[in-house]
Each structure stands twice: as C-alpha cells, then as structure tokens.
C-alpha cells in the first residue's frame, strides 16, 4: 500500500527551527519527483519547494527561499524540509507529495 507520512511539527517559538520528513512506502521513491506544501489558516495549500527524482533539480518559492532547504534520501525514501527563523505566518498544515500519493500533514504552530 502506497503511503506518505510527514513528521517533524510542532510548536514553536518565532525565530526558532524545525526539521520536517516526510518518508515513503509502497513505492518506487526514487523515480519520482516530490513537493512540500503548506496550508495556512483560512487559505489554500500553497507550494513551497519541490525536488526532482535525483535531487539534481529544486525550486523553492521566493517566499521562504532564505529559510527553506528541501533535501532528499533516496536510500532511505524520505524528503527533509528544514525550516529556520521561523515567523508566525509560517504557522499551518505541511504536506509532502511525492509522485500523486500524498500524506496526511504535519501541523507547525509559530508563537510565543
């Protein structure tokens, strides 16, 4: 069964740092390229950084471009989204998608 599960979120105070993952099973992680998302409060899922199947090719939003690293392990079928200085408006659901098959999120809460 194919599956995607994030971890990695919690409350944090602003300024702070957090690494999420997100790991795959049930297929072949390697072939296939992956985003990380994030869905704020009252708004829609918005696309952060994605990766191709090699890691050779990245794109993250000017957005969060100075605070954002997507990363992958192939041998280990995760993705990494370390997260520093982070800012209330980071605040919401993070989602890794890799290939069509999606997880159920992990939930970052930026305050003091």
């Known amino acids: 069964q194919a599956q995607v599960v994030e971890s990695g979120g919690g409350l944090v105070q602003p300024g702070g740092s957090l690494r999420l993952s997100c790991v795959a099973s049930?297929?072949?992680?390697?072939?296939?390229?992956l985003g990380w998302y994030r869905q704020a409060p009252g708004k829609e899922r918005e696309l952060l950084a994605t990766m191709n199947r090699s890691g050779g090719d990245t794109y993250t939003s000017d957005s969060v471009r100075e605070r954002f690293t997507v990363s992958r392990d192939n041998p280990k079928r995760t993705t990494y989204l370390p997260i520093k200085d982070l800012k209330p408006e980071d605040t919401g659901v993070y989602y890794c998608?890799?290939?069509?098959?999606w997880g159920q999120g992990t939930q970052v809460t930026v305050s003091s």
């Open positions: 998608g890799v290939g069509f098959e």
């Open positions: 049930g297929f072949t992680f390697d072939t296939l390229g």
